[in-house]
Every structure is written in structure tokens, then in C-alpha cells.
């Protein structure tokens, strides 16, 4: 009886540990020629008049030819200024302000893409910062590889506080199962703050989003492409493509915005995805289980250790690659009491979600 809460541990240390033997074989990518490739950025954005000007400035600084690059805002129905700043801005040679044709990202998202005139597709959002080669790496790499998608790096803003460390070292996890599953050849997780694909993909996959479902305007259309035949979903390794997004300001909006995540997963049909999905949720249920049982039980103290040692040692390893390649190793000393909260934590965004109905922010 005591030991049957320690099965689920198995399964999901099997999955990490292929997760982590992946990521030892990431090699950062570097430039061998400079891209000729026409690229459309696009920028969904609502009430964003603060965040705007900043992204913009920053892309107009792209090392990138001007004439190989547009740049598509489309505004999700503002209730400020933000329409007008993206169409009175300057120094962007092709910057083109558009309104949205309904309402929410994939369908702002959709408008640009049906306006844009690259063959290739980047996305980003605009609390969002990024260098100065950001374009000029991906649009390499593209030409270099051809796939149908590129999955590239995203990282939180450093905040203080343990709620920022919090965030961040969650983060740098799904960015490590993010690129891990891809280099294995089972995509199952892509940001859309920091997303790139060709136009004819989007095109043949912009009916299959979920509509219908608020959030995951990159992940539907991830296990869309995927399941095309012949398609291809690369990671980028690279600095120079990473993109930095805002944190969460506050818990509240931290839990709505995982709740958001959450609320997608009902329409998942990527069969990696659910797996992975289903055996990490076990875990965490075990784990939490075992350490309320002990608490009135104390022959589940010893079941619930074992559950959290063994679980810690295929997270610790993703979490410790991970944060070296992001130069964020000091973030390793949170991992202990991160660990301690993250299943208590993980219950309550699935409660959360259930009592609630997560809305869109646009």
C-alpha cells in the first residue's frame, strides 16, 4: 500500500532523464553567411502603449537589412494609444499598424500573418527586449536548416524576491523540457513571446488553433505543424536569438496566467504532450498526497521523501544545464525550497483553473 504512490516517480524520471540526455547534445549556433531571407515580425499586442515604443526602438536596431524586414502590430482592440504609436513610428523602414479583425492573439496573430508578405514568420510580444542580432540569427538559421518551425529561447526579467527567483527557475525548467523534447523529435512546448515558422505552415494550420480555447496561439499551432508529414520543428541555441519577457507582476496574475495554460490542456491531441502532461501531474499528486498522509500517518513520511528525492534528481539536473547555458547559475541556490513549494503550487493553479474561468488579457 505504502509504495504504490511511488510508481508515478518512475515513468516521469524515465521521461526527464531523455529530456536531460538531449540537452547534452545542444551546440550553440553560429552564423555562417549572412540571410537574404524576407522576414515579417509580428507583434500582437493590447494596451501595450508603456511596452510599444521600447520593442519597436529595439527592432529598429536590428542588424538586419531594412529592406528584408517588416514589421506588422496589430492592435487587439486597445482602449489606449496604442494603435497610434505603432502607426506614427519612424524608424522602422516597413512597419505597417494594423487593427485586428476580431478579438484575442490567434486572431490578431492571423491578421498579421495574412497581411505579411515574408516567407518567414517571427513572433514576439511587446513587453518583450531583444539584441541587436535577434533577426539576423533566426533568419540564418532558417536558411541554414529550412524547417517549418523554430522553437527559440525565451527568459523572465530578473526580479527580486523569492516570488521572481520562483518564477524565473519555472521558467528555466519548461525551457529546458521546451528544448528537450525538441531535439528528441517530440516538440511538445513553444513560447510565443519568442517563435518563428514560415508563412505557408501557418496557412495550412491557422484553421487547426482551437478558437474556441482563450490561450495557445504557439502550442495548437505547434501540434498542428507536427502533425504534418514531412514537417520539421527545430530548437535555436543561441544567445543572440534569446528573448527576455516580463514576469509576473503580482501571485494573482502569476496564477491566472498558469490557470490560462492550464485550460488548454483539454484540447490537446499531441499524444507526447498528454503523456508528459498526465505522468507529471501523477508525480506531483503523489508527492502531495504522501506528505499529507504523513501528517496524521508517519509511515508516509518515509514514502513522500523517497518520492521528492528521486523526483529532484532529474529536475535538478534539467534546471542545473538549463540555467548555465542562460548564464543564470546563482539561481541554483532557490532550487531546494522552489522544490519544496512547486507541488503545492501546481495543485493550486489546477484548483484555480477549476473554479475559475481564465480569460484572455486582451
Known amino acids: 500500500m505504502y509504495i504504490l504512490p511511488v510508481i508515478p516517480v518512475f515513468p516521469y524520471i524515465f521521461l526527464l532523464l531523455r529530456i536531460f540526455k538531449s540537452l547534452l547534445k545542444i551546440k550553440p549556433f553560429t552564423i555562417k553567411a549572412d540571410p537574404q531571407t524576407f522576414v515579417s515580425v509580428i507583434v500582437a499586442c493590447h494596451n501595450e502603449q508603456k511596452s510599444l515604443p521600447l520593442l519597436l526602438k529595439s527592432i529598429s536596431k536590428q542588424d538586419y537589412q531594412a529592406d528584408l524586414l517588416e514589421v506588422i502590430v496589430v492592435d487587439d482592440n486597445s482602449t489606449d494609444y496604442t494603435f497610434e504609436i505603432a502607426s506614427s513610428f519612424k524608424e522602422i523602414k516597413n512597419i505597417i499598424a494594423l487593427r485586428n479583425t476580431g478579438r484575442g492573439k490567434k486572431q490578431a496573430i ?70 528537450g523534447t525538441c531535439l528528441a523529435g517530440e516538440a511538445t512546448m513553444c513560447n510565443g513571446a519568442n517563435l518563428s515558422f514560415t508563412r505557408k505552415a501557418y496557412l495550412n494550420n491557422s484553421e487547426n488553433l482551437h478558437d474556441e480555447i482563450n490561450s495557445g496561439d504557439d502550442i495548437f499551432l ?124 501546481v495543485m493550486s493553479v489546477v484548483c484555480y483553473s477549476l473554479i475559475s474561468n481564465p480569460k484572455q488579457p486582451h
Not at 527557475?169 to 519548461?174: A, V
Open 222 to 345: 505547434l501540434h498542428a505543424i507536427k502533425k504534418e508529414k514531412g514537417s520539421e520543428i527545430l530548437w535555436l541555441e543561441s544567445a543572440d536569438a534569446l528573448v527576455t519577457s516580463s514576469s509576473s507582476p503580482t501571485v494573482g496574475t502569476f496564477l491566472k496566467q498558469r490557470s490560462r495554460w492550464i485550460s488548454k490542456g483539454k484540447a490537446y491531441s499531441d499524444q507526447s504532450t498528454i503523456i508528459l502532461a498526465a505522468i507529471t501531474f501523477l508525480t506531483f499528486l503523489a508527492e502531495l498526497s504522501t506528505f499529507i498522509a504523513g501528517l496524521s500517518d508517519h509511515a508516509f513520511i518515509p514514502v513522500f521523501l523517497t518520492i521528492f528525492l528521486l523526483k529532484s534528481i532529474p529536475d535538478f539536473l534539467i534546471l542545473n544545464n538549463t540555467s548555465k547555458r542562460y548564464k543564470r547559475k546563482k539561481l541554483i541556490i532557490w532550487f531546494l525550497p522552489a522544490q519544496i513549494i512547486y507541488p503545492f503550487y
Open 110 to 179: 492571423r491578421t498579421g500573418v495574412n497581411a505579411s508578405s515574408g516567407g518567414l514568420i517571427i513572433t514576439t510580444d511587446a513587453d518583450c527586449r531583444i539584441g541587436e542580432r535577434w533577426i539576423r540569427t533566426i533568419a540564418a538559421y532558417y536558411e541554414e536548416h529550412k524547417p517549418d518551425m523554430i522553437i527559440c529561447p525565451v527568459q523572465l526579467e530578473h526580479v527580486p524576491g523569492f516570488f521572481g527567483k520562483f518564477q524565473e527557475l519555472e521558467f528555466l525548467s519548461l525551457q529546458g523540457v521546451t528544448a
